[in-house]
């Protein structure tokens, strides 16, 4: 993917659409986050609707031409959908296959029957956090729910020493690791190298899904000690199909974008040189569009064909994983319109003035205002769309590896404190059968563990590139 820089974004608006200083900037932000957020929280309203609607408050509080906002929006709002758009569509057909076929449970299967009982809660991790890359976070728990179900009822554990672990996968994956909307949209605000973003992301992950995964459930088996409700145990996608992939096949599968994407960036650092061959066939079969393209293309035989899929039986399943997503893309799109609308205002300068007079690193900054949005919105895709147009002008000087950890400290604080405004808050308590104090205790807890562990490596990373 062809990341917009900051300076691109700047040069489509030749000068700010309003002339409003810092204060009146100030105001007509908070203004416009407070529309979101009042309209998400107490009207319930659509994020997309929300969004769009900030947008326009936001452009009316600083005083700009309705008609300046309106370009501005629409512009964001393009340029995002262009080049995150067919990146989410992908990773929703890859899933679906994955789903569909039995891919997933094959995996789960495959690493469960050779865990002990000691070291079921890592099996979970790493179950979750294999299937948790091509999927959406409420995909994966609707496919991950009932193998935590079972293992829990038939190995007699605590749900939430099995429970939490496999949370934890899904979430570090949904926050900090592209494809995923949210950091793909934080990458593309911010300029940022999406190979080297991923490559950090995984560094960040692996700590933080263990602390918060594994470790934490243990605390968490003690203070809420359950069992799994038999209502909430449904049929498993593969239990109706006659076979289903191989392990390695789709391991190989699922992980071959990732590995695409990472040789890229590894050849871009010790190559360095855009006219060398090598580095010019990996900057193709490594950009994301190319590298989860040839995932799909490979999982039609791997996936769809090896469970006996018939070419109707795979344009079917295309076709069903496209129209989940609409949402999720309208979303994203309104969320880069509020950016573009953000930066078009010059909320950057307001906040490089803002970052300089009260001397916040720039890492911590990006953490906290999503922090703030995720805390008010209840929504992690919200949070970090929102936090990185807020932030983009503080990565135009920053080092592509500093750029990239910038994306990070907006994702983990995307995550921070689930609440009762999160709809992953209801979905985790309704299929785990508790109520709202036993679910703050575990899954908001998890969520905060995951957000503040993810920032502390996240700035150790950045004393060392």
Wanted: net charge neutral.
């Amino acid at each position: 993917m062809t990341s917009l820089s900051v300076e691109m974004l700047a040069a489509d608006a030749v000068e700010p659409i309003t002339s409003a200083g810092n204060a009146q900037l100030g105001i007509a932000v908070l203004a416009g986050i407070a529309v979101i957020v009042l309209l998400i929280t107490t009207f319930k309203m659509h994020a997309f609707l929300a969004l769009t609607i900030g947008s326009l408050a936001l452009g009316s509080f600083a005083g700009a031409a309705p008609a300046k906002t309106i370009a501005s929006f629409t512009a964001g709002l393009g340029s995002t959908v262009a080049s995150v758009g067919v990146l989410i569509a992908l990773g929703a057909i890859l899933g679906k296959l994955l789903a569909d076929s039995g891919g997933a449970d094959q995996i789960v299967d495959t690493i469960l029957d050779r865990a002990s009982k000691r070291s079921m809660p890592w099996a979970m991790v790493l179950i979750a956090s294999v299937i948790g890359l091509p999927l959406f976070f409420e995909v994966g728990i609707v496919l991950l729910i009932p193998v935590v179900l079972l293992v829990a009822k038939r190995g007699n554990y605590s749900l939430m020493r099995i429970g939490i672990p496999a949370l934890a996968g899904l979430s570090v994956m949904h926050g900090l690791i592209p494809p995923h909307p949210g950091p793909l949209v934080a990458i593309d605000a911010l300029g940022a190298n999406l190979g080297v973003t991923l490559a950090l992301g995984v560094l960040v992950a692996i700590p933080t899904v263990v602390i918060a995964g594994p470790l934490f459930s243990r605390y968490a088996a003690r203070w809420v000690d359950i069992q799994a409700p038999e209502r909430m145990i449904p049929q498993r996608p593969s239990e109706e199909l006659d076979r289903r992939p191989g392990f390695g096949a789709t391991l190989a599968t699922m992980l071959l974008p990732v590995v695409l994407m990472l040789v890229k960036a590894l050849v871009d650092i010790v190559v360095d040189d855009p006219e060398q061959g090598l580095q010019k066939i990996t900057d193709v079969i490594g950009s994301p569009l190319i590298a989860l393209l040839a995932a799909v293309v490979l999982g039609m035989f791997t996936l769809g064909r090896a469970a006996g899929f018939s070419r109707g039986r795979l344009s079917s399943t295309v076709e069903k994983s496209l129209a989940p997503i609409a949402g999720v893309l309208l979303i994203v799109g309104a969320g880069g319109g509020f950016k573009q609308t953000l930066i078009d205002a010059g909320v950057g300068q307001m906040i490089l003035d803002f970052s300089q007079d009260w001397s916040i690193p720039a890492l911590l900054l990006g953490w906290l205002i999503a922090v703030a949005i995720r805390l008010a919105t209840g929504s992690a895709t919200v949070a970090t769309i929102s936090a990185a147009g807020l932030v983009a002008p503080l990565a135009t000087d920053m080092s592509t590896s500093h750029a990239a950890l910038l994306v990070l400290a907006v994702g983990a604080g995307s995550l921070f404190f689930s609440h009762v405004n999160d709809a992953g808050f209801w979905l985790v308590k309704e299929y785990f059968g508790m109520d709202v104090g036993q679910t703050v205790k575990t899954w908001s807890v998890m969520e905060t563990i995951i957000s503040v562990v993810a920032l502390v490596f996240v700035l150790l990373l950045s004393l060392i590139l």
